[in-house]
């Protein structure tokens, strides 16, 4: 069966193409088919594609379509995912009526949150639209909250501090959503495979390759145990 995913959020440049081609990586890794799916009128995902084509660099396993309207998304979904062991789409990064569409397919929704306030109200949005199309629908997607571009002095910040009750706060609302324990750190290697470098899994195996290695594989675990938990569980 399918799993569709999305990487949701509302403020521009919260990593969410980041996230997505990481993921993407590593479930290639591990034999899957993906396809990743822009939905993002920036193009942000495209522009990487189209990068790791120009230097020879196109992962195995990994496809891409662009989608920007309700109808192309659908059919991304229904016609060019058939046979896909995972879709993963690049959602708009503002506010959009695409947003429930992409939404509605998926069974996760992630939203990166770094540790700056509009990071978190973003999430916050998007853990309430999750909510929200839930409810209508009768649905039960999860909203999952991933730390993003962190760095050891930033752990000190007070927008840091305040991720984790902000999310607890979401919950104790009835929200479907989790705070994932694995962060990702700002890494140099993160910004370098969106000048067409292909995935991180792709990369020579340096010392600072495989503790970004490790990272991913260490959150891909986490996202795959809360996909395979019942919505009453959390």
């Given at each position: 069966?399918?799993?569709?995913?999305?990487?949701?959020?509302?403020?521009?440049?919260?990593?969410?193409?980041?996230?997505v081609?990481?993921?993407?990586?590593?479930?290639?890794?591990?034999?899957?088919?993906?396809?990743?799916?822009?939905?993002?009128?920036?193009?942000?995902?495209?522009?990487?594609?189209?990068?790791c084509?120009?230097?020879?660099?196109?992962?195995?396993?990994?496809?891409?379509?662009?989608a920007?309207?309700?109808?192309?998304?659908?059919?991304?979904?229904?016609?060019?995912?058939?046979?896909?062991?995972?879709?993963?789409?690049?959602?708009?990064?503002?506010?959009?009526?695409?947003?429930?569409?992409?939404?509605?397919?998926?069974?996760?929704?992630l939203?990166?949150?770094?540790?700056?306030?509009?990071?978190?109200?973003?999430?916050?949005?998007?853990?309430?639209?999750?909510?929200?199309i839930?409810?209508?629908?009768?649905?039960?997607?999860?909203?999952?909250?991933?730390?993003?571009r962190?760095?050891?002095?930033?752990?000190?910040?007070?927008?840091?501090?305040?991720?984790?009750?902000?999310?607890?706060?979401?919950v104790?609302?009835d929200?479907?959503?989790?705070?994932?324990?694995?962060?990702?750190?700002?890494?140099?290697?993160?910004r370098?495979?969106?000048n067409?470098?292909?995935?991180?899994?792709?990369?020579?195996?340096?010392?600072?390759?495989?503790?970004?290695?490790?990272?991913?594989?260490?959150?891909?675990?986490?996202?795959?145990?809360?996909?395979?938990?019942?919505?009453?569980?959390?």
């Amino acid at each position: 069966m399918t799993r569709t995913y999305a990487a949701v959020s509302n403020k521009g440049g919260a990593g969410k193409t980041t996230l997505v081609t990481l993921l993407a990586g590593e479930y290639a890794l591990q034999g899957e088919r993906v396809l990743l799916i822009d939905a993002d009128a920036r193009r942000n995902l495209s522009g990487w594609w189209r990068l790791c084509g120009d230097k020879d660099n196109r992962p195995e396993r990994i496809e891409l379509t662009f989608a920007a309207t309700q109808s192309a998304i659908e059919e991304a979904i229904t016609i060019s995912g058939h046979g896909f062991d995972r879709i993963i789409i690049d959602a708009p990064g503002v506010d959009s009526v695409l947003q429930t569409t992409i939404i509605r397919s998926a069974q996760l929704v992630l939203s990166p949150v770094q540790p700056a306030i509009k990071e978190l109200e973003a999430a916050g949005q998007a853990a309430a639209l999750v909510s929200e199309i839930n409810d209508r629908y009768d649905l039960e997607i999860r909203h999952l909250s991933v730390r993003t571009r962190i760095t050891v002095p930033g752990r000190n910040l007070e927008a840091y501090r305040y991720i984790r009750p902000f999310v607890a706060g979401l919950v104790a609302a009835d929200y479907h959503t989790r705070l994932l324990d694995t962060e990702l750190f700002e890494r140099n290697i993160y910004r370098e495979i969106q000048n067409g470098l292909g995935t991180l899994q792709m990369q020579d195996l340096t010392e600072p390759v495989r503790k970004a290695r490790l990272e991913v594989q260490a959150l891909t675990l986490e996202i795959e145990r809360a996909a395979d938990r019942r919505v009453q569980e959390w």
